[in-house]
């Protein structure tokens, strides 16, 4: 280590001061940014924790200068001492890439569809030295390639983006950000788009690319998990201004601000049971081209007082917690009692389940698929299209949902969870196997018109995003009438009916005559909800229903579907991919693979004693908000990808990647390619009624 | 590749067969050429009206199939494609005329599209910017002018032109006048009628790609990957140029192979203005003449053109995109 390096790190590389960022729009002034301040070291990564509309993104785009023209950036942004703000987009791209790189949120789009993966890295290595050979060039792409772990990187070197899956396009995005040894990198969301097993992927990689690199990272996400195991500092911005800054022991030991806390006490985590309820923040998040006055999150902060709401506070440190800033008035208060999110927040209590003490094998199946079968032809060809092959979409799925129950079905993308879910939508015989709901079973010919509607309105439907599942030019009251029309409702038994679904939902039945884009993406969710519960349903499926939501959001979503199961009694059956979501919210969960069901048991069983090594590789990928517990956890990091969907095994398909299989011996490997693993109940007796493991040697 | 385009073109030469063959079957079924003699007062007996018929292979006494058998036959064993009911063959004829097109066309099309991609990149690269709104004016004031219009301001001019300076500059009807056997003369003569036509022609194929252009390359360049190239170090207007550019070309260049065809026989009203005798004002003629084979030649030349122009399109598109090339 030579002394020059050691006066280097104690200099910070990147110093932001002051950054005010403002859009004029038609709304009036946004003001995304609002003084943000931060020194960054090398080989030290910062986290930047917030919501949507936080200004984090923005911050990290006003540092690369890409924001749009009609941005107005003010403060001081310097680079080794030299002021970027002043630089034009000439200027500011010699040091973009070379000196400051940046790694994006959606690797699918941002990597140019056109030029091969080889001329992409190549444009990084010449665009700043122009003097490389083409020996040199192939060179440092292979090297690239190795470091960020592209299998195979010779032959990769001349595909096209499309070829490569989102996860091995993330790490094309890294390489070429670590291309010219940059001293800082930015990651914005970089794993939000991908699978909880390709995140742990990606996390190594970046992981890796900064102990290489010796480079600054600034971490953008809205996951607390991810965050803690990747940052030794943080900060957390609420309505454009960092509210609490400190090192990630602090921030998730002892939150001084009560947002920090909100956020903490909102997320579920996949670590521990759901006996506790989760803690949403009341209201929802502010408009930033009309702050109130004050602090902006004193509308929804249970601790505010009357001097909140006249002075904004300041960033500054808490006494009694050295290195710990926060911008709260109460702060010190919260600091020396000592306050959690317990203390802060209200947490009213569970309504009980109607179902709660009847055993699960005596209540009503609303719903039993027994082997369905989904495939999708594959076709080629031009002036006539023929058949080339099947996808095996739903590979011999069979599992049940029982009255009162949340069945959550997980997976990778590409699992075949939401073909399983529109099996059931479709409402119709699958192409092979059964669907029973509540005791009939589906069938073309054998059901009548009556029968068959009588049966819809029992299993209704959330969907993922609020904004593109509502009608935008029905009033609310419309959309609410639509399935009760569909069941030949009196007009009045409609208007009785809607005021109580309003209520029902939390939200202000005054409100029916406003339309959807007047609503916030939660309140929005709410209206599907109440949309799905307007006709009594027995069943509810729900693909994905809280995943477009931010967490303070998300967590009000989740308490309100648990309340109206315990209350109507309603079953869910839950697709998602967020796995400490359905930790919280299901009672049983069904793991998928490639088509197949891999493991099915009751929650708390599968995620605790996970059987499948699937599964295990899965649950150990879930990253957990407590910095302690990540550092010193041990993954199985899956190698691969999810094979192509047109590939046929005769085995087990999950082969190509278990990390079993080296451990065993050459018969048994025989027999998982060989064998397709049926399910059967696990040999460890102690497991709870019904766990049931697709696995030869589990 | 070559495999691709031969699979292509095979695929082309069935389509255009199924389409010819059509239209001779619509066409024998609603063009009466009977009509023509029939008008005529006296019209003439009707055994010299059926020979006249018979020997053009259109009389609607022979069925169909046994018209369409033998009209196939000529055109594959001696390339004939018949004749007009005035006894006049009808290849020979649209020969001439699709000279006189491709004469015409050529330089607007290749003047129209480079000039309008060219002003519409300007103009997306300088959005909301003076030159943006002052040329988009411009393109929609041209857009909204009809043809016929446009032809006759142009003619206006030119004719207020030549008197103003006294001598004949612009010639504003045919395509030729000399007939001297200098070729620099002969040029000269060619470009004096030519320019006129050529303007007329340029202008709504330039204007509808230059705002086509402009909105597609708008629809990339603040695509995800123009961020990448610009993070990676790339000045705006390179990044631009080298990212966003080849991917919003793709939509133009199969709009300009697919405008081959109507650019050939919907220049009519230019043909009209300009006293050209080209493939538009015969195609008009055909159908108002009962001329059924004629009429069927033109479709051919036209499907000839638009499979041509899909090809074109096709090959275009898979050299701008690997995505179509590799799958």
């Given at each position: 280590m030579t002394n020059q390096k050691e006066t280097q790190e104690k200099k910070p590389v990147l110093r932001v001061r002051d950054l005010h960022v403002s859009f004029a729009s038609e709304a009036g002034v946004v003001r995304a940014v609002r003084g943000v301040n931060f020194d960054l070291y090398r080989g030290k990564t910062l986290g930047i924790v917030g919501e949507s509309g936080s200004g984090k993104s923005v911050t990290s785009m006003a540092i690369m200068g890409l924001l749009d023209k009609n941005a107005s950036v003010k403060g001081s942004v310097r680079y080794r001492g030299e002021e970027l703000l002043d630089k034009d987009d000439l200027a500011m791209s010699k040091i973009r890439g070379k000196g400051i790189a940046m790694v994006f949120q959606d690797p699918l789009s941002a990597l140019t569809p056109v030029f091969s993966i080889g001329d992409q890295i190549k444009e990084a290595l010449t665009i700043h030295n122009p003097g490389m050979s083409a020996e040199q060039i192939h060179d440092r792409s292979i090297e690239l390639m190795n470091l960020v772990g592209i299998p195979e990187p010779e032959k990769r070197l001349t595909a096209f983006p499309h070829q490569f899956s989102g996860g091995m396009r993330q790490r094309v995005m890294i390489a070429m950000a670590i291309a010219n040894d940059p001293d800082v990198i930015i990651a914005d969301e970089p794993?939000?788009?991908?699978?909880?097993?390709?995140?742990?992927?990606?996390?190594?990689?970046?992981?890796?690319?900064?102990?290489?690199?010796?480079?600054?990272?600034?971490?953008?996400?809205?996951?607390?998990?991810?965050?803690?195991?990747?940052?030794?500092?943080?900060?957390?911005?609420?309505?454009?201004?960092?509210?609490?800054?400190?090192?990630?022991?602090?921030?998730?030991?002892?939150?001084?601000?009560?947002?920090?806390?909100?956020?903490?006490?909102?997320?579920?985590?996949?670590?521990?049971?759901?006996?506790?309820?989760?803690?949403?923040?009341?209201?929802?998040?502010?408009?930033?081209?009309?702050?109130?006055?004050?602090?902006?999150?004193?509308p929804r902060c249970p601790m505010a007082t009357d001097a909140c709401r006249h002075e904004e506070p300041e960033l500054k440190p808490i006494s009694g917690l050295e290195g710990q800033l926060a911008a709260c008035l109460r702060a010190d208060e919260i600091a020396s009692k000592g306050l959690t999110f317990h203390d802060v927040y209200q947490v009213d209590d569970r309504t009980p389940s109607k179902f709660a003490h009847i055993p699960r094998s005596q209540r009503r199946k609303v719903l039993e698929l027994k082997d369905v079968c989904k495939t999708f032809p594959v076709t080629s060809g031009g002036f006539f299209r023929r058949n080339v092959g099947k996808v095996h979409a739903v590979d011999g799925v069979s599992f049940d949902v029982c009255e009162g129950e949340t069945v959550a079905l997980v997976g990778e993308?590409?699992?075949?969870?939401?073909?399983?879910?529109?099996?059931?939508?479709?409402?119709?015989?699958?192409?092979?196997?059964?669907?029973?709901?509540?005791?009939?079973?589906?069938?073309?010919?054998?059901?009548?018109?009556?029968?068959?509607?009588?049966?819809?309105?029992?299993?209704?439907?959330?969907?993922?995003?609020?904004?593109?599942?509502?009608?935008?030019?029905?009033?609310?009251?419309?959309?609410?009438?639509?399935?009760?029309?569909?069941?030949?409702?009196s007009r009045e038994e409609i208007r009785q009916r809607i005021g109580e679904l309003m209520r029902l939902v939390e939200l202000n039945p005054d409100q029916v005559d406003r339309f959807p884009t007047q609503f916030s993406g939660g309140q929005r969710q709410r209206i599907a909800i109440a949309r799905a519960l307007a006709v009594n349903p027995k069943l509810v499926l729900l693909d994905e229903p809280v995943s477009a939501l931010d967490v303070s959001i998300q967590a009000g979503v989740i308490n309100l579907l648990?309340?109206?199961?315990?209350?109507?009694?309603?079953?869910?059956?839950?697709?998602?991919?967020?796995?400490?979501?359905?930790?919280?919210?299901?009672?049983?969960?069904?793991?998928?693979?490639?088509?197949?069901?891999?493991?099915?048991?009751?929650?708390?069983?599968?995620?605790?004693?996970?059987?499948?090594?699937?599964?295990?590789?899965?649950?150990?990928?879930?990253?957990?908000?407590?910095?302690?517990?990540?550092?010193?956890?041990?993954?199985?990091?899956?190698?691969?990808?999810?094979?192509?969907?047109?590939?046929?095994?005769?085995?087990?398909?999950?082969?190509?990647?278990?990390?079993?299989?080296?451990?065993?011996?050459?018969?048994?490997?025989?027999?998982?390619?060989?064998?397709?693993?049926?399910?059967?109940?696990?040999?460890?007796?102690?497991?709870?009624?019904?766990?049931?493991?697709?696995?030869?040697?589990? | 590749m070559i495999k691709y385009i031969v699979k292509r073109i095979a695929n082309y030469v069935v389509m255009l067969f199924i389409a010819v063959s059509l239209t001779y079957f619509l066409a024998s079924a609603f063009m009466d050429p009977r009509s023509n003699y029939m008008s005529r007062h006296p019209h003439p007996p009707i055994a010299s009206i059926n020979r006249s018929l018979t020997l053009a292979n259109i009389n609607d006494q022979t069925p169909v199939i046994i018209r369409y058998g033998r009209w196939l036959k000529n055109i594959?064993?001696?390339?004939?494609?018949?004749?007009?009911?005035?006894?006049?063959?009808?290849?020979?004829?649209?020969?001439?005329?699709?000279?006189?097109?491709?004469?015409?066309?050529?330089?607007?099309?290749?003047?129209?599209?480079?000039?309008?991609?060219?002003?519409?990149?300007?103009?997306?690269?300088?959005?909301?910017?003076?030159?943006?709104?002052?040329?988009?004016?411009?393109?929609?004031?041209?857009?909204?002018?009809?043809?016929?219009?446009?032809?006759?301001?142009?003619?206006?001019?030119?004719?207020?032109?030549?008197?103003?300076?006294?001598?004949?500059?612009?010639?504003?009807?045919?395509?030729?006048?000399?007939?001297?056997?200098?070729?620099?003369?002969?040029?000269?003569?060619?470009?004096?009628?030519?320019?006129?036509?050529?303007?007329?022609?340029?202008?709504?194929?330039?204007?509808?790609?230059?705002?086509?252009?402009?909105?597609?390359?708008?629809?990339?360049?603040?695509?995800?990957?123009?961020?990448?190239?610009?993070?990676?170090?790339?000045?705006?207007?390179?990044?631009?140029?080298?990212?966003?550019?080849?991917?919003?070309?793709?939509?133009?260049?199969?709009?300009?192979?697919?405008?081959?065809?109507?650019?050939?026989?919907?220049?009519?009203?230019?043909?009209?203005?300009?006293?050209?005798?080209?493939?538009?004002?015969?195609?008009?003629?055909?159908?108002?003449?009962?001329?059924?084979?004629?009429?069927?030649?033109?479709?051919?030349?036209?499907?000839?053109?638009?499979?041509?122009?899909?090809?074109?399109?096709?090959?275009?598109?898979a050299w701008l995109d690997p995505r179509i090339r590799l799958s």
């Open positions: 794993t939000t788009a991908l699978d909880v097993t390709i995140q742990a992927q990606i996390l190594e990689v970046l992981k890796k690319a900064q102990r290489e690199t010796g480079a600054a990272v600034i971490f953008i996400t809205h996951d607390l998990g991810v965050i803690a195991g990747m940052a030794d500092d943080i900060i957390v911005m609420y309505a454009g201004r960092p509210v609490e800054y400190a090192d990630v022991d602090s921030i998730f030991a002892h939150p001084a601000m009560p947002y920090t806390m909100g956020l903490l006490g909102a997320v579920p985590r996949s670590d521990r049971g759901s006996d506790k309820r989760l803690v949403p923040i009341p209201g929802s998040p502010v408009n930033l081209a009309d702050l109130p006055q004050g602090c902006p999150f004193a993308s590409g699992s075949g969870k939401s073909t399983t879910l529109t099996q059931v939508m479709n409402f119709t015989e699958p192409e092979s196997g059964s669907i029973t709901v509540l005791g009939t079973t589906l069938s073309k010919k054998h059901m009548s018109r009556e029968k068959r509607r009588e049966l819809r309105a029992q299993v209704q439907y959330v969907f993922q995003d609020p904004m593109s599942s509502l009608d935008p030019r029905l009033p609310i009251y419309d959309v609410l009438a639509e399935p009760l029309k569909a069941q030949h409702k648990e309340d109206l199961q315990n209350k109507l009694g309603v079953a869910y059956l839950f697709v998602a991919h967020n796995l400490s979501v359905v930790r919280h919210i299901s009672s049983r969960i069904a793991v998928m693979y490639l088509g197949r069901l891999v493991e099915v048991g009751d929650t708390d069983d599968v995620f605790d004693h996970p059987l499948h090594p699937y599964t295990k590789a899965l649950m150990s990928a879930v990253p957990v908000p407590d910095p302690q517990r990540e550092r010193s956890r041990q993954r199985v990091v899956l190698q691969g990808e999810l094979p192509s969907a047109t590939e046929t095994f005769a085995g087990c398909p999950f082969v190509g990647r278990c990390p079993l299989m080296p451990t065993l011996t050459k018969e048994q490997q025989a027999r998982c390619m060989g064998e397709r693993p049926s399910m059967r109940v696990s040999n460890e007796a102690s497991r709870g009624d019904g766990h049931t493991v697709a696995c030869h040697f589990a | 594959v064993t001696r390339w004939d494609w018949g004749l007009s009911p005035d006894q006049s063959p009808v290849g020979p004829a649209i020969a001439a005329r699709i000279g006189a097109s491709v004469q015409l066309v050529t330089l607007a099309t290749v003047l129209g599209v480079v000039f309008g991609v060219s002003i519409g990149v300007y103009t997306a690269i300088r959005q909301y910017k003076w030159q943006d709104r002052a040329l988009n004016t411009v393109a929609t004031f041209f857009l909204v002018i009809p043809t016929a219009v446009l032809g006759l301001l142009v003619v206006l001019l030119a004719i207020s032109f030549n008197k103003s300076t006294g001598s004949r500059i612009f010639y504003v009807t045919g395509l030729h006048s000399y007939t001297g056997s200098n070729p620099f003369l002969w040029f000269l003569d060619f470009a004096q009628h030519l320019i006129l036509p050529t303007i007329v022609l340029t202008i709504p194929g330039m204007v509808s790609y230059h705002l086509t252009q402009r909105t597609y390359l708008l629809d990339t360049m603040n695509a995800d990957y123009v961020r990448t190239a610009r993070a990676k170090g790339l000045p705006l207007n390179v990044a631009i140029r080298r990212h966003a550019l080849r991917t919003s070309l793709i939509p133009t260049a199969v709009d300009v192979a697919f405008s081959i065809a109507s650019v050939f026989t919907g220049a009519v009203i230019t043909e009209t203005v300009f006293a050209i005798n080209g493939v538009g004002s015969y195609f008009v003629q055909a159908i108002s003449q009962n001329d059924i084979n004629g009429s069927v030649a033109v479709t051919a030349f036209g499907g000839v053109c638009t499979l041509t122009g899909a090809l074109l399109a096709d090959i275009f598109s």
